[in-house]
């Protein structure tokens, strides 16, 4: 049978997206709206009006397709509705409380910005994933040493479990101190509950995270132990329609972290794929820019409510070892790092004692931006971009929904420019230029707080609002270029479509680090463990040892320190020039991050050893698009001309192109408009935006010129 | 020159300047060494206009923000050199610093040979040497028994000075974690200060500076709008300290008087203890930004920025030669969880006073919030003569007092660092010859009341691994009076205590029925530790303590039932106290609502036994529309208006100057708050009592506060 399709669904609020690759490098898009009683339903509504663009019935595609991977917001929903399962958790005697202390106001105030942290009197703490109730002590000690000092007291287990599950539990997650170096005792437990209770779903803080930090991996394990029957319900079901329909091959699902996990394995991996949504785009980010040799990569996604932004760094993207997935809620899953700020175009407009600001509260898609017509009073950036002539009242939404200019003047009128004494239209242009200067600034963190510099950066500008703010990034930031991908719309699909399968395996050992052939045999032998589970769990997923590659991480620090820097290494014995390698690369990126001269003559630390291992498949080209040029007699020019408000200069005729009309090669000087879809496209003045030989929409200063092949 | 910045510019850079300064605060977190620095937050990073004024605080501790300023202002005034690239440094606490581990780093920015802008931070060092590990010298009786005091210059033109860096690094217990956390600050401010020349090229000096400038100006306009949104008063506030160094337990007193008028808020500290030869004393500049933190954190918010706009409006009067402003040589090693602290404390009690008198703020009331640092340093000597140790970090899993609506936050932290964090037990492990028996959420710590106060957790250790460890416990207060205040007649929260348990073999107990430790087991073999003690733990023994409760708001029998119920389910509150203190009667899982309506009368009435007539003070003025209090509300017209209590309509009678009305009121131990005050003295203090003025009418409280009464 043919194998042709490698497909990528993501399942967002309003849209479920689907983009397929075939062989030749075409690509398929196709948007179906979202079910979110039923996400399924959506997606294979979606697959069928796949199936149709290319003249097959649904199982004709699914017999035919090689790959199918999802992006689903099941978790992420189930987290934020609160409607996960019913968690037992059982912890060392003594330790019940971890979760309630909450390292005190970390449980508060951790992963929320300034301006709320700040705000002491009115900040609650988010309600608990388990319920202080459902937290048993289990008698049992293992020593920071990983000496057992108390085997498990097993009547305590079956008391506990049995009276929990009475009580109601669904799910159970069992969190004991130092199982990371001696998992025996966590084992034992596991090993009581599959025989008091053996249909008790059971999430092991060795399986799930086995990290050093009892919080955090209390608050990793439960959320898996939370999320684990929904998600895993959800993706069983979606398996089973899929296959009675005649997929062929496995379903695989988006992580947070980029790579994609099989069905199998998604039992300890639940709270591994809380907001993977917005990863897709970062991935195909990465592999867009392999095509066109940019690996300095910044993502930006705006959409409603907020911006997200991602940072590809030497063609890989970052990582973050402990991310909150809710307010006081840290785990330690890896996940991209994404930056998010609340503003999107329904961030609202203030003005205050001659101040003018933007966000953070957000008017979202109910009631909505002014201009939506649906009781909206608040002014909104989606206003702005109406009143300054930037969207296109008729193509929103595709036509779906008007917006009323009249609406958006009134709001923006009577909050911002009456209170500020400014005209209408320059109330609109500084909403529209501090939202703008927002985002820049948040691109700027993301990078300098690295150490690194925004100049060396190509920005990529995807979602609903991003290609509107981007062009202005090029003289705000000094960016090399702004690249709006021709799926932009999309972007997250294809970037499911074009993961791999990977996942990683890691432990928290704390060994002295030092130049010498000690260090490197205990590195040998770490490596070495986690190849050992490695290979375990390839052999559970069927996938053969030689179809896979691998990078290992150390994370080092100086002795005492409690940070620390994850630093590339080899995944195994190492020899002393690769150690003194390791070293060498930890200088240096913390000299990068901290400047010159803040290394130490201090004794070294590796604390935490990562072992990545991902299957080796080819990547999917993208084909050329409209290549050969334009044809003479049909030269470039607009559709139409619209007046479009800038502040310094007011009113302005701006040319209008329409996406479809273009190919590879045109240049459109700024300032000008792309249309697409709902999509519009700001090239701003004193840039120019070039079509590349894949769609993509790429704008520059005027001065800095391109080498784009037609 | 001043430029006019448009709206726009203005919130962008507004932005920019925040972002900078919270990347010198990510750049020393990452370097650093230090769990106080990286999980408890203990170290902060600021912005300052030329003259020193702080314009951009970050996230950290919000004493060192201000006390920063005024160190840069001694740096100008110091008649010192400075070129482009300098970096200075002290830790002397006669010139900002709040105690010698807070090592401060200042350095000018430079612009066309003119100083722009200073960048400072300032970061507690694990151990900067003194007569005590931890350099908490709690031992000292002088100045020259406590750290060395440096005034130097650690950077030339942008380059570290090696000699001065080993001077200081060399006289520290711990000199890797010192070298560390120094080369943190030298890396913060590398990366604000280029950052910031990136920011005066592109945006030009003028620009920036009018911003810095408008940053404060703001701030001030707005605190001094919401200052004229409360009714004018002055309103008391007080804090004990019982112990103040190794054989003292002496109480030394700080007392408060706060006046408002107009957008003005005075601090008057006259009365409070001369100072003392222990290290605890606190100095002026302490004093000033002791003050200010429940400015910050009440009124501020998370709506005015945090800088130095509330210097204009904000005045303190503290009285040369006392423990709120201490001369030189008196020792001040412990001055930040010494008096530093407790003037918080009592500027806290103060601001939630003058709020509950503000119809329009009263959502902001609360009255305490981590009253006591419970600091804990360990540290363990090998016979090689190499020392490991650290300041533990339970103390930051205090609670805060109730609100106006809403019970208190349990392990709220402290209130001079909203995101100061305590560390995993497993990291302290790793970094302690320790092994923790428990850290268990501490039942009826939480000060009783209609809304309850927050709860605080106990810990407690054993040496493992090796034969001893030395600590030194640093109390700020709290074994005797909690001074965890409630308000509106709400109970004070648990005191502060560190206890030592000899020859339990609790590695003995875990082997043996793998024991599960609890509180209430543990203390019946406790030696209760005074505040300031120290002294050694050996193989067997163990060392245990927790932080303060938060005080309750309003009368505990005015309290739901049902909340009574769920705090007794998940542990909170205790069965003796539902019944005995908030006259709840509990049948299972459900309330007895008839039995509790009895059982509240009975307590009603037992109160009023033996109660006396007391004068009431209001600390409000009827005339002005202030809201008196949950138990007490204002009837009547303009002319006449009465004082009536909210739950059985009692009316007050006045006094004959009309400030005060009569009332019933009853004295009793400090333990009648709860079972975690005054541990130490079996919660019957000789120097404290617990005073309660009640309704004559129907026993409903009024206030329940600790009072001296050993002397005047």
């Known amino acids: 049978m043919m194998s042709e399709f490698r497909i990528g669904v993501d399942t967002g609020g309003t849209f479920t997206d689907l983009v397929a690759l075939r062989p030749d490098g075409s690509v398929q898009t ?124 097993e009547e305590d287990v079956v008391e506990a479990v049995t009276d929990l599950v009475a009580g109601g539990c669904e799910s159970l997650a069992v969190c004991l101190l130092w199982s990371f170096r001696n998992p025996v005792n966590e084992r034992r437990v596991g090993q009581i509950v599959a025989r008091v209770a053996p249909d008790l779903p059971v999430s092991l803080s060795v399986d799930v995270a086995p990290l050093i930090g009892e919080y955090e991996r209390c608050v990793t394990t439960v959320a898996n132990a939370y999320l684990g029957p929904t998600t895993e319900t959800y993706i069983r079901e979606l398996e089973a329609q899929l296959e009675a329909e005649g997929l062929g091959s496995d379903l695989q699902i988006m992580r947070s972290s980029g790579g994609l996990t099989p069905v199998s394995l998604i039992k300890d991996d639940a709270v591994a794929i809380v907001n993977s949504g917005p990863t897709g785009g970062l991935v195909a980010s990465q592999y867009l820019g392999e095509l066109i040799g940019a690996d300095m990569i910044l993502t930006t996604d705006m959409g409603g409510t907020s911006f997200d932004v991602g940072m590809v760094e030497d063609g890989a993207f970052t990582r973050e070892q402990s991310p909150f997935i809710d307010q006081g809620l840290p785990v330690r899953v890896p996940a991209a790092r994404m930056i998010t700020i609340g503003a999107g175009g329904g961030s609202i407009a203030w003005s205050d004692r001659g101040r003018l600001g933007v966000g953070p509260s957000s008017a979202g898609s109910q009631p909505g931006p002014a201009c939506y017509g649906r009781g909206g009073v608040e002014p909104t950036v989606t206003d702005a971009l109406l009143i300054l002539g930037l969207l296109s009242p008729e193509r929103f939404f595709g036509g779906q929904l008007h917006l009323s200019e009249e609406r958006a003047r009134e709001a923006v009128a009577t909050r911002v420019a009456e209170p500020l004494g400014m005209g209408v239209e320059e109330a609109a242009a500084g909403i529209y230029e501090v939202v703008t200067a927002q985002m820049s600034d948040l691109m700027r963190k993301v990078t300098v707080e690295r150490g ?110 409690m940070n620390e820097l994850s630093i590339e290494c080899p995944a195994g014995k190492v020899t002393l020039d ?124 005027d001065g800095v010129e391109q080498e784009v092949s037609r | 020159v001043s430029v006019d910045v448009d709206p726009i510019s203005f919130e962008v850079l507004r932005h920019r300047l925040w972002q900078i300064n919270d990347e010198q605060g990510v750049a020393i977190r990452t370097v650093s060494a230090s769990p106080i620095v990286v999980e408890g937050n203990d170290f902060n990073v600021g912005l300052f206009d030329r003259r020193g004024r702080l314009a951009t605080s970050g996230s950290g501790s919000l004493i060192h923000v201000n006390t920063l300023g005024f160190t840069i202002r001694n740096f100008i005034e110091s008649g010192l050199d400075f070129d482009p690239g300098d970096v200075l440094m002290t830790n002397d606490p006669y ?69 001065v860096e080993r001077t200081f690094v060399t006289n520290s217990r711990l000199p890797d974690a010192a070298s560390l956390d120094l080369r943190a600050q030298l890396g913060g401010i590398h990366v604000a200060r280029e950052r910031l020349e990136g920011l005066m090229a592109e945006r030009g000096v003028e620009v920036v500076s009018a911003v810095v400038d408008g940053l404060i100006d703001d701030s001030r306009e707005q605190l001094s709008r919401m200052l004229g949104e409360i009714p004018d008063g002055t309103w008391h506030g007080e804090a004990h300290m019982d112990g103040d160094r190794v054989g003292s337990d002496r109480v030394v007193t700080v007392t408060l008087e706060m006046t408002k008028r107009g957008d003005r808020l005075h601090f008057d500290y006259a009365g409070s203890s001369p100072q003392v030869d222990s290290a605890v004393n606190c100095t002026w500049h302490s004093t000033y930004a002791g003050s200010t933190v429940p400015v910050y954190a009440f009124l501020c918010g998370g709506e005015i920025d945090w800088n130095a706009g509330l210097e204009e409006l904000v005045t303190i009067d503290a009285p040369s030669g006392t423990v709120v402003n201490a001369e030189f040589p008196a020792p001040v090693s412990i001055c930040t969880i010494g008096f530093r602290w407790l003037v918080t404390v009592a500027a806290n009690q103060a601001v939630a006073r003058m709020l509950s008198a503000s119809p329009a703020h009263r959502d902001r009331v609360c009255p305490s919030w981590g009253v006591s640092c419970n600091a804990n340093n360990l540290f363990h000597h090998s016979p090689s003569g190499k020392t490991q140790g650290a300041l533990l970090s339970d103390h930051r899993c205090g609670g805060a007092a109730a609100r106006s609506f809403a019970d208190g936050f349990s392990h709220s932290g402290q209130i001079t660092a909203y995101s100061s964090n305590a560390g995993n037990v497993e990291t302290t492990e790793s970094k302690l010859p320790v092994l923790y028996l428990m850290r268990r959420q501490l039942t009826d710590s939480g000060g009783p009341g209609r809304f ?14 090796v034969d001893q460890l030395t600590f030194k416990s640093t109390n700020t207060a709290g074994t005797e009076a909690s001074n965890a205040a409630g308000i509106e007649g709400g109970f004070p929260g648990g005191g502060s205590q560190a206890f030592v348990c000899r020859d339990a073999d609790p590695l003995g107990a875990l082997a043996g029925d793998g024991a599960a430790f609890d509180p209430e087991t ?37 309290r739901e039932p049902w909340r009574v119920r769920d705090d007794v389910a998940v542990g909170l509150v205790s069965d003796e106290d539902a019944n005995g203190v908030y006259g709840v009667v509990l049948t299972g899982a459900g ?88 541990r130490r003295v079996g919660g019957d203090s000789s120097r404290f009592e617990l005073q309660q003025v009640l309704c004559p009418g129907c026993g409903t409280l009024v206030s329940t506060d600790e009072r001296r009464v050993d002397e005047g």
């Not at chain 1, 697959?47 to 999802?70: C, F, I, M, P, Y």
């Not at chain 2, 709860?455 to 691994?465: D, H, N």
């Open chain 1, 30 to 153: 196709r948007k179906a709206l979202s079910t979110p009683h039923a996400p399924q339903e959506a997606v294979l509504e979606g697959l069928r009006g796949l199936a149709a663009d290319n003249g097959l019935s649904l199982g004709e595609l699914l017999a035919r397709t090689s790959r199918l991977a999802h992006g689903t917001t099941v978790s992420t929903n189930a987290l934020i509705q609160r409607r996960g399962a019913r968690v037992g958790l059982l912890m060392t005697a003594g330790f019940e409380d971890t979760l309630s202390i909450g390292r005190g106001p970390l449980r508060r105030t951790g992963g929320l910005p300034a301006s709320k942290g700040r705000d002491y009197i009115h900040t609650q703490p988010v309600s608990p994933l388990v319920r202080p109730e459902d937290v048993r002590g289990i008698r049992e000690r293992v020593g920071s040493d990983a000496v057992v000092l108390r085997e498990v007291v």
């Open chain 2, 522 to 558: 543990l203390v019946t073999a406790a030696d209760w530790l005074p505040s300031k003690a120290d002294g050694i733990v050996r193989q067997g023994d163990v060392f245990g303590f927790y932080p303060p409760g938060g005080g309750g708001f309003s009368d505990p029998l005015l």
């Open chain 2, 452 to 465: 309850r106060g927050g709860v605080t957790a106990m810990s407690a250790l054993t040496p493992y691994g």
């Open chain 1, 578 to 701: 690769e150690l003194d390698g390791v070293k060498r690369r930890f200088e240096q990126e913390y000299e990068r991050r901290f400047g010159r001269g803040t290394t130490v003559r201090a004794p070294m630390e590796a604390i935490t050893f990562t072992l990545d291992v991902f299957v080796d498949e080819r990547k999917p080209r993208l084909g050329d698009v409209r290549t050969g040029g334009r044809d003479e007699g049909r030269p470039l020019s607009p559709v139409a001309v619209r007046r479009t408000y800038q502040r310094d200069s007011g009113w302005w005729d701006t040319n209008i192109y329409e996406f479809a009309g273009l190919v590879a090669g045109d240049r459109i000087e700024g300032r000008a408009l792309v249309e697409r879809g709902d999509t519009s496209i700001l090239v701003p003045e004193g840039t120019h935006a070039v079509l590349d030989e894949f769609g993509n929409v790429r704008i520059r200063l």
């Open chain 1, 452 to 561: 690194l510099d925004p100049r060396d950066f190509v920005v990529f500008a995807y979602g609903g609002a991003s290609p509107l703010h981007a062009g202005h990034w090029l003289r705000m930031l000094d960016v090399r270029e702004v690249v709006v991908p021709a799926t932009s719309a999309v972007f997250s699909a294809l970037g499911v479509a074009t993961s791999m399968l990977s996942f990683s395996e890691q432990v928290s050992e704390p060994v002295e680090f030092a130049a010498g052939s000690p260090t490197a045999d205990v590195i040998g032998q770490i490596f070495d463990r986690l190849w050992g589970r490695a290979l375990e769990r390839l052999a559970r997923i069927g996938v053969a040892d030689d179809a896979v590659g691998s990078t290992g991480h150390v994370e080092l620090r100086y002795r005492g320190q």
């Open chain 2, 95 to 163: 010139l900002g610093a709040v105690h010698q581990n807070d090592v401060i780093m200042a350095s000018p920015l430079f612009v066309d040979g003119e100083i722009v802008l200073w960048i400072g931070n300032v970061l507690h060092h694990a151990d900067v040497g003194g007569i005590d590990e931890g350099s908490f010298c709690i031992n000292a009786r002088s100045l020259f028994q406590e750290p060395a005091r440096y005034f130097l210059k650690i950077a030339r033109g942008g380059r570290i000075d090696p000699a």
């Open chain 2, 591 to 678: 309330v007895d609502e008839d039995a509790t309506r009895v059982r509240r009368e009975e307590l009603r009435t037992a109160r009023l036994e033996g109660a006396s007539t007391v004068e009431y003070r209001l600390g409000f003025d009827v005339g002005n529309g202030g809201s008196p209090s949950d138990t007490l509300e204002v009837a009547g017209g303009d002319g006449d208006p009465e004082i009536r209590c909210t739950w059985c309509g009692h009316t007050y009678e006045h006094t004959d100057d009309g400030d005060a009305v009569r009332a019933r009121g009853r004295r009793g131990p400090v333990g009648g708050a709860g079972r975690w005050v005054g």
